[in-house]
Nanobody, 118 residues
Framework: QVQVVESGGGLVQAGGSLRLSCAAS????????MGWYRQAPEKQRELVAT???????NYGDSVKGRFTISRDNAKNTVNLQMNSLKPEDTAVYYC????????????WGQGTQVTVSS
């Protein structure tokens, strides 16, 4: 089993920054991709950013150029630096950890609320 815990959400004004962190623990020997997704009220969960074990990054179109994902393989952590935040970035942000080769097993955190005021 893998435990995934997010931290760092909160309330920020438009144009501000926040940094989210996620730590995986437990059976983490074969962590593959780590990433962030978000879900706003009455909307489907969407991709924010992912990063492979080799460091390849992938971003959703709405956050490109504003958000940066990074990971520390030794600590099994993944971070999301969010700059130039907009009210439409308001959502619950979820960390996902994929264990093993594709398709792997997905483990999700409980989510952390990010609210951007205008």
């Amino acid at each position: 089993q893998v435990q995934v815990v997010e931290s760092g959400g909160g309330l920020v004004q438009a144009g501000g920054s926040l940094r989210l962190s996620c730590a995986a623990s437990g059976s983490t020997l074969s962590i593959n991709t780590m990433g962030w997704y978000r879900q706003a009220p009455e909307k489907q969960r969407e991709l924010v950013a992912t990063i492979s074990s080799g460091g390849s990054e992938n971003y959703g179109d709405s956050v490109k150029g504003r958000f940066t994902i990074s990971r520390d393989n030794a600590k099994n952590t993944v971070n999301l630096q969010m700059n130039s935040l907009k009210p439409e970035d308001t959502a619950v942000y979820y960390c996902k950890v994929v264990i093993g080769m594709w398709p792997g097993f997905n483990y999700w955190g409980q989510g952390t609320q990010v609210t951007v005021s205008s």
